[in-house]
C-alpha cells in the first residue's frame, strides 16, 4: 500500500468535511470514503432489525452481516437502498450513539481499509488519521466555530426544504460535539501530525483550495 496515498480528513459535525473531501478526491482523482456514513448505516440497520444502539457485541454481529456498497449518492446495504434513510438528523444522532461502541468500530476497521486502492483516498470522519488510517501520508483536520457550523446546517436544511430551528440545532451540535470529544473509543481528537484548517471565515471553495494546497505542500516535500 506504499504507493496509494491516503489523504485523512477528521473534524466536528458540519465544518465541511464532507463537501471539501468530496471534492479535493475529484480533484486529485482519488477515490472517497464518507467514514460517517458506515456508521449511520449501522443506527439504521440496527433500528430496522430492532437491535439495540446500547448494545456493543449485537452491533458490531450486525456490522460484519452488511454488505455495504457506494454508488455516488446511492448506498445499497444488502441490495436496499438507503441513501436518503440514512441522511436524516435521527440516524446522525444514532450514529453518535453506536459509535461510542469499541467493538462496532473495530468490525468496521476492514470495510474502511478496503477502501484503499489505487491512487489513493480520501477519506473523512472523526478518527480518519488517528486510528483508521494512522500512516497517511496527509492529515487535515476540518473545523469552524460551532455558532457557524449550526447556521450551515440550518441553510442546508432550509435548501432542503426541511422544517429547521437555529437554536435546536446549536443545541444538538454541542451534544454530538460532547459525545464525538469525550467517547473512549477513538475520540475526534486533531492527530498530532494533521494540519488544522479552521473555514469559520471562509467559504467552501476556499476550503477546497486550501486544502488541495495543503495536499499539493506536503507531496512536494514527502515524494
Ligand atoms: O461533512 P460535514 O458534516 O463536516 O459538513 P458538510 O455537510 O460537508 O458541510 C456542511 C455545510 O457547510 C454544507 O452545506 C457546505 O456547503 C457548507 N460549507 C460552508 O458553507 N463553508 C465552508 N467553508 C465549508 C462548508
Ligand atoms: O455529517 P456529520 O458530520 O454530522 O455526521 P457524520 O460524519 O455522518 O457522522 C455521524 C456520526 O458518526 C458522528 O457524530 C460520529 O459520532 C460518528 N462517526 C464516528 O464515530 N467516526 C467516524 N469516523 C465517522 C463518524
Redesign the pocket.
Known amino acids: 500500500t506504499a504507493s496509494i496515498t491516503v489523504v485523512a480528513i477528521d ?1 466536528p ?8 473531501a468530496q471534492r479535493v478526491a475529484k480533484h486529485l482523482g482519488y477515490g472517497y470514503l464518507d467514514s460517517g456514513a458506515l456508521y449511520r448505516i449501522v443506527a439504521h440497520a440496527a433500528q430496522q432489525q430492532n437491535v439495540s444502539w446500547q448494545d456493543a457485541e449485537a452491533l458490531a454481529a450486525l456490522a460484519r452481516g452488511l454488505h455495504i456498497e457506494f454508488h455516488g449518492e446511492d448506498v445499497l446495504v444488502n441490495g436496499q437502498d438507503v441513501g436518503d434513510a440514512i441522511r436524516s438528523e435521527a440516524m446522525g444522532k444514532g450514529a453518535s450513539e453506536v459509535a461510542v461502541h469499541g467493538p462496532l468500530r473495530a468490525a468496521l476497521l476492514d470495510v474502511q481499509h478496503d477502501f484503499r486502492q489505487a491512487p489513493g483516498l480520501v477519506a ?1 470522519g472523526r478518527d480518519m488519521a488517528t486510528v483508521v488510517f494512522p500512516d497517511a501520508a496527509i492529515k487535515i483536520f476540518l473545523t ?1 466555530a460551532v455558532e457557524i457550523r449550526a447556521e ?2 440550518y ?2 436544511l432550509l435548501a432542503k426544504g426541511a422544517a429547521a430551528d437555529l437554536s435546536t440545532i446549536l443545541e444538538d451540535l454541542k451534544a454530538r460535539d460532547a459525545r464525538d470529544q469525550q467517547r473512549a473509543a477513538a475520540p475526534l481528537v486533531q492527530a498530532e501530525d494533521a494540519v488544522l484548517l479552521d ?1 469559520s471565515a ?3 471553495e ?2 477546497v483550495a486550501q486544502a488541495i494546497e495543503i495536499v499539493a505542500n506536503i507531496k512536494t516535500i514527502a515524494l
Open positions: 473534524g459535525s458540519a465544518s465541511g468535511k464532507g463537501s471539501v473523512d469552524a450551515r446546517r441553510k442546508q473555514t471562509i467559504d467552501l476556499q476550503s
